[in-house]
């Protein structure tokens, strides 16, 4: 994948203790910037908040283990990379390293065949762990994305695929496959990394899933019967008093695990990677 780095261009540019205007300005200063402007203009973020939060010293002393993350980035997509079978060719798309603003940690954005992954590379809660494990859940989507059988009920190559059409064929069984996957690859790429790193919880909120899990189960069980409507799970209390969000990863993650080492027991990473091309109609616990 291309590797591009917006972050320290912008951080060059706005300088420490910078304004919510210096902030907009530097927008204009390199072409992805409008796409930074639109995300501000869509989620409503307040850039007085983000200038503040810059400018405290905290935010400044954080700038070194950024610009490490930054420097072994190339190394992590590599792994990967080498993971999926494809360090020749490369997965397709590009990473984009850029400010958070404070409001997001990282995303996998499609469009007609071509994958961004955009990661807020200094996000409050995300360290040089945290980013590894969320850089591998979102080069996972990518890997799933491109491989034939997962589109092809659609009837027409990914290209043709806009962006709309993309989100709308978005089935909820789809959905808790390519979560649950990109979950348990980025815990077999980086098992250094602590299991609630790779669900982006705090250590309360990993052990409200364990303690919880019969309910999960149960609630989770229901949802896909009645109206398949999985993505409510990514709020908080969806499931009972305290749930944190995002349950449906941690679930989808528990049982596609449990089925792949019942499918091929003591082979738990080939089928792994094998199972990211498979379309969401073979994941039979879903069904
Ligand atoms: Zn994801």
Redesign the pocket.
């Given at each position: 994948m291309r590797i591009r780095n917006f972050f320290d261009s912008f951080i060059k540019n706005v300088g420490p203790s910078p304004s919510a205007e210096a902030i907009v300005q530097s927008f204009n200063l390199f072409p992805e910037g409008e796409f930074l402007r639109s995300l501000i203009e869509d989620w409503e973020v307040d850039l007085a908040q983000t200038a503040e939060w810059m400018s405290h010293p905290e935010y400044g002393s954080r700038l070194g283990d950024i610009r490490e993350f930054i420097r072994v980035v190339p190394r992590i997509v590599s792994h990967v990379e080498g993971i999926f079978g494809m360090r020749d060719s490369g997965l397709p798309g590009e990473i984009w390293l850029c400010p958070s603003l404070r409001v997001f940690d990282g995303?996998?954005r499609y469009d007609s065949g071509a994958h961004r992954v955009i990661l807020g590379v200094d996000h409050p809660d995300a360290d040089a762990a945290y980013l590894r494990a969320l850089m591998a859940?979102?080069l996972?989507?990518v890997f799933r994305d491109h491989q034939p059988e997962v589109w092809s009920h659609l009837g027409k190559p990914l290209q043709n695929l806009s962006r709309a059409e993309y989100l709308e064929e978005q089935t909820a069984v789809e959905h808790l496959v390519?979560?649950g996957l990109?979950?348990l690859f980025s815990q077999f790429a980086y098992p250094d990394v602590p299991l609630q790193l790779h669900h982006y919880y705090e250590e309360h909120e990993w052990q409200w899933c364990l303690d919880h899990h019969a309910k999960i189960d149960r609630s989770l069980r229901s949802c896909l019967q009645i109206d398949q409507d999985v993505w409510s799970f990514y709020a908080e209390g969806r499931v009972g008093l305290g749930s944190p969000s995002r349950t449906q990863?941690y679930w989808a993650a528990h049982i596609i695990r449990e089925w792949l080492e019942r499918l091929a027991p003591g082979r738990y990473g080939e089928i792994l990677v094998q199972a990211h091309s498979w379309s969401a109609s073979r994941f039979t616990p879903f069904l």
């Open positions: 995303f996998a859940h979102e996972s989507h390519s979560e990109a979950t990863y």
